[in-house]
Protein backbone atom coordinates (compact mmCIF):
# COMPACT_ATOMS: atom_id res chain seq x y z
CA UNK A 1 0.00 0.00 0.00
CA UNK A 2 1.16 3.27 -1.12
CA UNK A 3 0.18 6.82 0.12
CA UNK A 4 0.58 9.18 -2.48
CA UNK A 5 0.74 13.30 -1.14
CA UNK A 6 -2.53 15.16 -3.18
CA UNK A 7 -2.43 18.46 -0.79
CA UNK A 8 -1.01 20.65 -4.48
CA UNK A 9 -3.13 19.06 -7.20
CA UNK A 10 -6.85 19.93 -5.77
CA UNK A 11 -4.86 24.01 -5.73
CA UNK A 12 -3.80 23.11 -8.95
CA UNK A 13 -7.50 22.07 -9.82
CA UNK A 14 -8.71 24.94 -7.84
CA UNK A 15 -6.96 27.04 -10.34
CA UNK A 16 -7.55 25.72 -13.89
CA UNK A 17 -11.67 26.13 -12.97
CA UNK A 18 -11.43 29.20 -11.73
CA UNK A 19 -8.91 30.23 -15.16
CA UNK A 20 -11.75 28.29 -17.29
CA UNK A 21 -15.07 30.05 -15.88
CA UNK A 22 -13.45 33.61 -16.09
CA UNK A 23 -12.73 32.84 -19.84
CA UNK A 24 -16.32 31.44 -20.33
CA UNK A 25 -17.75 34.78 -18.72
CA UNK A 26 -15.79 37.18 -20.15
CA UNK A 27 -16.35 35.97 -23.29
CA UNK A 28 -20.38 35.63 -22.77
CA UNK A 29 -20.48 39.44 -21.21
CA UNK A 30 -17.91 40.31 -24.65
CA UNK A 31 -20.92 39.01 -26.55
CA UNK A 32 -23.39 40.49 -24.79
CA UNK A 33 -22.10 44.04 -24.66
CA UNK A 34 -21.82 43.26 -28.51
CA UNK A 35 -24.95 42.41 -28.69
CA UNK A 36 -26.46 45.46 -27.12
CA UNK A 37 -24.38 47.75 -29.53
CA UNK A 38 -25.83 46.11 -32.14
CA UNK A 39 -29.41 46.15 -31.28
CA UNK A 40 -28.93 49.59 -30.51
CA UNK A 41 -27.11 50.82 -33.81
CA UNK A 42 -30.16 48.92 -35.30
CA UNK A 43 -32.45 50.63 -33.45
CA UNK A 44 -31.00 54.04 -34.44
CA UNK A 45 -30.53 52.84 -38.17
CA UNK A 46 -34.87 51.91 -38.24
CA UNK A 47 -35.67 55.02 -36.45
CA UNK A 48 -33.27 57.17 -39.35
CA UNK A 49 -34.84 55.33 -42.21
CA UNK A 50 -38.51 55.90 -41.21
CA UNK A 51 -36.97 59.59 -40.49
CA UNK A 52 -35.67 59.78 -43.99
CA UNK A 53 -38.88 58.46 -45.48
CA UNK A 54 -41.28 60.71 -44.01
CA UNK A 55 -39.42 63.31 -45.50
CA UNK A 56 -40.43 61.90 -48.80
CA UNK A 57 -43.86 60.55 -48.20
CA UNK A 58 -44.56 64.23 -46.95
CA UNK A 59 -43.49 65.24 -50.62
CA UNK A 60 -45.69 62.96 -52.35
CA UNK A 61 -48.74 63.57 -50.03
CA UNK A 62 -47.89 67.28 -51.06
CA UNK A 63 -48.10 66.28 -54.69
CA UNK A 64 -51.15 64.43 -54.42
CA UNK A 65 -53.30 66.89 -52.55
CA UNK A 66 -52.17 69.73 -55.28
CA UNK A 67 -53.00 67.32 -57.85
CA UNK A 68 -56.48 66.81 -56.61
CA UNK A 69 -57.35 70.08 -55.60
CA UNK A 70 -56.19 71.03 -58.74
CA UNK A 71 -53.14 73.23 -57.98
CA UNK A 72 -49.54 73.13 -59.74
CA UNK A 73 -48.50 70.13 -58.72
CA UNK A 74 -45.63 71.20 -57.35
CA UNK A 75 -46.98 74.20 -55.00
CA UNK A 76 -45.17 73.87 -51.04
CA UNK A 77 -42.32 71.76 -52.72
CA UNK A 78 -40.41 74.49 -54.01
CA UNK A 79 -39.68 78.21 -52.17
CA UNK A 80 -40.67 80.97 -54.05
CA UNK A 81 -36.83 82.13 -54.34
CA UNK A 82 -35.44 78.35 -55.57
CA UNK A 83 -34.21 77.30 -51.87
CA UNK A 84 -33.74 73.59 -52.13
CA UNK A 85 -33.35 72.45 -48.76
CA UNK A 86 -36.22 72.53 -45.97
CA UNK A 87 -36.96 71.24 -42.63
CA UNK A 88 -40.47 69.69 -41.33
CA UNK A 89 -41.81 71.90 -38.52
CA UNK A 90 -43.80 70.23 -35.46
CA UNK A 91 -47.33 69.43 -35.51
CA UNK A 92 -47.54 70.56 -39.04
CA UNK A 93 -47.65 68.50 -43.05
CA UNK A 94 -45.40 71.17 -44.65
CA UNK A 95 -42.09 71.71 -45.18
CA UNK A 96 -39.81 75.06 -43.87
CA UNK A 97 -37.19 76.28 -46.74
CA UNK A 98 -34.09 77.11 -45.25
CA UNK A 99 -31.51 79.92 -46.75
CA UNK A 100 -29.37 79.43 -49.23
CA UNK A 101 -26.64 79.46 -46.82
CA UNK A 102 -28.00 76.53 -44.72
CA UNK A 103 -28.64 74.71 -47.74
CA UNK A 104 -24.63 74.38 -48.87
CA UNK A 105 -23.99 74.12 -44.79
CA UNK A 106 -23.24 69.99 -43.90
CA UNK A 107 -26.07 68.16 -42.73
CA UNK A 108 -24.77 68.22 -39.22
CA UNK A 109 -25.88 71.69 -38.81
CA UNK A 110 -27.64 72.90 -35.99
CA UNK A 111 -30.53 74.14 -38.29
CA UNK A 112 -31.32 70.20 -39.19
CA UNK A 113 -30.80 68.91 -35.34
CA UNK A 114 -33.29 66.77 -34.29
CA UNK A 115 -35.07 66.07 -30.93
CA UNK A 116 -37.36 63.09 -29.40
CA UNK A 117 -39.61 64.66 -26.45
CA UNK A 118 -41.26 62.61 -23.62
CA UNK A 119 -44.13 61.38 -25.87
CA UNK A 120 -41.27 59.89 -28.32
CA UNK A 121 -42.38 62.34 -31.31
CA UNK A 122 -39.24 63.45 -33.17
CA UNK A 123 -38.88 67.52 -34.05
CA UNK A 124 -36.49 70.05 -35.85
CA UNK A 125 -34.30 72.40 -33.96
CA UNK A 126 -36.09 76.00 -34.92
CA UNK A 127 -39.43 74.75 -35.43
CA UNK A 128 -40.50 75.11 -31.46
CA UNK A 129 -40.33 77.84 -28.68
CA UNK A 130 -37.27 76.12 -26.78
CA UNK A 131 -34.85 73.21 -27.43
CA UNK A 132 -34.16 70.67 -24.45
CA UNK A 133 -31.67 67.84 -24.29
CA UNK A 134 -29.16 66.55 -27.04
CA UNK A 135 -29.95 66.58 -30.38
CA UNK A 136 -30.76 62.86 -31.42
CA UNK A 137 -30.42 62.90 -35.31
CA UNK A 138 -30.09 65.31 -37.98
CA UNK A 139 -32.09 65.49 -41.20
CA UNK A 140 -31.84 67.43 -44.09
CA UNK A 141 -34.65 67.40 -47.56
CA UNK A 142 -33.31 68.91 -50.33
CA UNK A 143 -35.37 69.39 -53.23
CA UNK A 144 -34.15 69.80 -57.18
CA UNK A 145 -36.20 69.97 -60.44
CA UNK A 146 -36.05 67.26 -62.83
CA UNK A 147 -36.07 69.32 -66.23
CA UNK A 148 -36.28 67.86 -69.72
CA UNK A 149 -34.42 69.54 -72.57
CA UNK A 150 -35.50 67.58 -75.75
CA UNK A 151 -34.90 64.23 -75.08
CA UNK A 152 -32.74 64.41 -72.09
CA UNK A 153 -33.82 64.45 -68.65
CA UNK A 154 -31.25 66.42 -66.20
CA UNK A 155 -31.36 67.45 -62.43
CA UNK A 156 -30.98 71.44 -62.10
CA UNK A 157 -29.10 71.71 -58.54
CA UNK A 158 -30.72 75.63 -58.06
CA UNK A 159 -34.34 74.27 -58.07
CA UNK A 160 -34.83 75.60 -61.69
CA UNK A 161 -35.19 74.88 -65.03
CA UNK A 162 -32.71 76.29 -67.70
CA UNK A 163 -34.46 78.57 -70.41
CA UNK A 164 -36.08 76.32 -73.07
CA UNK A 165 -36.56 73.18 -70.65
CA UNK A 166 -39.39 72.02 -68.84
CA UNK A 167 -39.90 70.85 -65.43
CA UNK A 168 -41.19 67.38 -65.20
CA UNK A 169 -40.26 65.98 -61.73
CA UNK A 170 -38.82 67.08 -58.66
CA UNK A 171 -36.08 65.15 -56.86
CA UNK A 172 -35.79 64.39 -53.42
CA UNK A 173 -33.08 63.68 -51.50
CA UNK A 174 -34.11 63.19 -47.59
CA UNK A 175 -30.43 62.36 -45.34
CA UNK A 176 -30.36 61.10 -41.66
CA UNK A 177 -27.30 61.67 -39.53
CA UNK A 178 -26.67 60.10 -36.47
CA UNK A 179 -23.94 59.74 -33.91
CA UNK A 180 -23.94 56.32 -31.79
CA UNK A 181 -21.20 54.75 -29.69
CA UNK A 182 -18.49 57.28 -31.13
CA UNK A 183 -19.27 56.39 -34.50
CA UNK A 184 -21.08 58.71 -36.89
CA UNK A 185 -23.62 56.84 -39.41
CA UNK A 186 -25.65 58.42 -42.57
CA UNK A 187 -28.96 56.98 -44.29
CA UNK A 188 -29.90 58.48 -47.62
CA UNK A 189 -33.16 58.31 -50.08
CA UNK A 190 -33.19 59.70 -53.05
CA UNK A 191 -37.19 59.73 -55.02
Given at each position: ????????????????????????????????????Q?????????????L????????????D??????????????????????????????F????????????????????????????????????????????K??????C???????????????????K???????????N?S??????????
Amino acid sequence: MTLRNNRGSTIIELLAAVFVLSVALVGALALTTSNLQGQGMGNARLVAVNLAREGVELARAIRDSNWLASEPWDKGLISTTNKSCAVIPLGTSSFTFQSDVLCDSAISDSAYQMYRDDNERYYQAGTVGSVDGVPFMYRKITFQAICLIDVTETVSVNNACDVGASKIGIQVVTEVSWNYSGQTSTTKIVE
